[in-house]
Each structure stands twice: as structure tokens, then as C-alpha cells.
């Protein structure tokens, strides 16, 4: 506690499965700030505060931000999900967390966001980085196709992006809108820097490093398009839900890309 607290607090909300943890480790990489992590995950909590000997959820924050800034800067990302079961409500989050800038990550093509869920899931191999080659291929031959768990994930994506947006829209947070799909053409450097921008960070010069790269394999390619051709009408009404979200989505990139 003898620890000064943040100039800058910045939270990242996403949705599993966007891109975020490429997106965390090239701030973290870079050394902007601490590592961006999921200190409000409901698996790791317990264990942080044990750790840091937090004896309430204010205390929590209180302490994580003293002990992982990062020159001046902390940061997070959180799910809706982890946000509810945390703090219960987004008012009493952002009453507690109080952050200084926000940037809410989406998936554009929500269908291969479920596949990919889908995949870890059934596999738990979640990143390139985290696995050796005989892991990644074991788990692209585990890999099925189930379109219930597919369905049943698009469902609670769209549940969290209804109620971070509405979050957002409630407080008037001035939050940074952006995708894996905008990430993914801007580059490590170009996402890196805009970020930065955006949230309070100071803006890197020369390369960043890409550790991340896509899960090899194609049975997610070919998965994504067997449920689009199997459940059009489910298609149709997720598309027509998530219009307003994408539309400022593709406003940010008209601007950046």
C-alpha cells in the first residue's frame, strides 16, 4: 500500500476468443505497461488476492494496481461474464475500478469466433504459443463439429457484447472501438501504437514482436462454413442484432485502415 497508485488505469473489454490476448501481449511485449491480464477471471482471482493478501474486492483492486503497474500505467482486460461475476453489476465496476480510458474488442465474423470457442473447448489448447507441434496436431484431429456448441456459444458472446455496449452507452464512456479483423490488417505495429494512443499509453517506436499466429489447421475454415450453409435463418438474425455494432466497427475502419 506504501506503493503510489496508476496516473493511468485503462480497461480492455473483449469477448473470448477476439484476439485479446495477441492484442494484451503486444502492449505487455512492448513494455507500455504491465501485462494487460485477466486479473478479474474468476478462476485466477483467489489466487491473486491470496497473493497480494486483498481481504475485499476494493482492496483487490487497490493493491493489483499499486504492484503491477508499469511506469505510471495498469491495465486489464475483462469479459462482461467475469465483469458480473466479480462486481455483480457495471455500475459498482466502474464505481470501484474507475478507469481513466476503456477499448471494447469485438469479433466481426462471430461464427468463426464460436467455432474457434468450440475448438478450446474440446481441446483446451488455446494459442500457438502455449503449445508444441505435436499438441496442436493432437488437437486439430480431437477437433468435431458440434453445432449445438457452436450455437450455444454464439448466443453467449452476443449476451456479452449486449451488455458491455449497453454499459458503455449508460456510463457515456468514451471507449475505443475496435476487432480482430481491424488488428489483424493493421499489423502488430500499426494496432500496437493506435492502442497505445487510445488508451493513455506511450506510443512505441521501431518493430514489435508477433509471437502470436493462427492455430494450424483447416477444420475451423470448414466448420464456420458448414454452420452458415446448416442454420441460415439463425444466421439472419444474428446479423441483423449485431448491425449497429458492426457499423461502428467499420466506422473506426474507415478511419485507421
Given at each position: ?26 502492449i ?95 481441446t ?24 449445438s456448441?457452436?450455437a ?8 456479452m ?96 485502415l
Amino acid at each position: 500500500m506504501a506503493m503510489p497508485t496508476p496516473d493511468n488505469l485503462y480497461t480492455i473489454f473483449f469477448t473470448p476468443r477476439s484476439g485479446s490476448t495477441r492484442v494484451t501481449r503486444l502492449i505487455g511485449d512492448a513494455k507500455l505497461s504491465n501485462h494487460p491480464g485477466e486479473f478479474f477471471n474468476e478462476y485466477f482471482m483467489d489466487q491473486i488476492a491470496q497473493r497480494h493478501s486483498a481481504r475485499s474486492l476494493k482492496e483487490y483492486v487497490d493493491l493489483i494496481q499499486r504492484h503491477r503497474q508499469r511506469g505510471g500505467h495498469f491495465g486489464f482486460e475483462i469479459t462482461y461474464k467475469q465483469l458480473a461475476i466479480a462486481f455483480r453489476t457495471g455500475d459498482r465496476f466502474l464505481s470501484i475500478v474507475k478507469p481513466d480510458h476503456t477499448a471494447w474488442l469485438m469479433r466481426e465474423d462471430i461464427i468463426a469466433q464460436a467455432v474457434s470457442g468450440s475448438r478450446l473447448v474440446q481441446t483446451q489448447v488455446p494459442h500457438t504459443p502455449t503449445a508444441d507441434q505435436a499438441t496442436l496436431e493432437h488437437a486439430e484431429q480431437a477437433f468435431v463439429y458440434d453445432a449445438s456448441q457452436i450455437a450455444s456459444i454464439i448466443k453467449r458472446v452476443m449476451w456479452m457484447e449486449a451488455r458491455t455496449e449497453a454499459l458503455i452507452k449508460r456510463a457515456d464512456l468514451d471507449t475505443f472501438r475496435f476487432s480482430y479483423e481491424m488488428t489483424n490488417k493493421l499489423g502488430p505495429e500499426r494496432t500496437t501504437g493506435l492502442l497505445a494512443s487510445k488508451i493513455g499509453l506511450p506510443v512505441p517506436g521501431g518493430q514489435i514482436a508477433e509471437l502470436h499466429t493462427k492455430l494450424p489447421g483447416s477444420k475451423g475454415r470448414e466448420f464456420a462454413e458448414r454452420f452458415r450453409a446448416e442454420h441460415p435463418t439463425l444466421i439472419s438474425k444474428v446479423g441483423k442484432r449485431r448491425a449497429p455494432l458492426l457499423a461502428m466497427i467499420e466506422k473506426q475502419k474507415e478511419k485507421y485502415l
